[in-house]
């Protein structure tokens, strides 16, 4: 569903990612552009800085398959990644996923979600956590602070996202 996935060109867009094991792979990438593209703009001072950029990531366990671990927590750590949220769904007796954790962030991630020119992208099993995300955001943007009445207008406005590449499964 939707277009091809492309990071915006102007890095004050407000930018959602959720990766799942290896579909953080384009997440890294497109930080590693963004990093670049903040630096060559000289947007990242106190005048005038980046758009917010979250990651959401998910994996079984953090000591076995946190995929580059040590580039999203460096990213993070410069700014390029506002928010690092992670995931690990075998690390406890009750399985934890990154809808959950999209969940947690209902306020914050509804207000990034329904910005103007906001991204959503998702990347991983879109078999069935793409599915659990998109539900998961419907709520939110509908009761989560989200500036949407009800699931259809909800549904309505990530449509029209979907229609304009601006989110992506």
């Known amino acids: 569903v939707g277009k091809t996935m492309l990071l915006p060109a102007d890095p ?6 959720v990766g799942t094991g290896t579909g953080v792979a384009p997440f890294r990438g497109f930080l590693e552009r963004r990093r670049a593209m903040i630096k060559a703009a000289g947007v990242n001072t106190p005048e005038s800085k980046p758009g ?3 990651l959401f990531f998910g994996c079984r366990r ?6 580059y671990r040590e580039d999203l927590q460096s990213f993070h750590a410069d ?24 969940a947690e962030r209902a306020a914050e991630v509804a207000a990034v979600a329904s910005a103007k020119d906001a991204r ?6 879109g078999a069935h956590m793409a599915k659990d995300v998109h539900k998961t955001l ?4 509908t009761n989560g ?7 259809n207008d909800a549904e309505a406005l990530l449509r029209e996202m979907t229609r304009e590449g601006r989110y992506v499964r």
């Open 120 to 125: 959503v992208f998702v990347c991983g099993d």
């Open 145 to 151: 602070g989200g500036k949407y009445e009800n699931e």
């Open 138 to 141: 419907l709520s939110i943007i």
């Open 79 to 102: 700014g390029t990644l506002t928010e690092l949220v992670t995931a690990f769904s075998r690390e406890s007796h009750q399985k934890v996923y990154v809808q959950h954790k999209i």
């Open 62 to 67: 953090a000591d076995e398959d946190y995929l």
């Open 12 to 17: 004050s867009a407000d930018v959602i990612m």
């Open 52 to 54: 917010p950029a979250w």
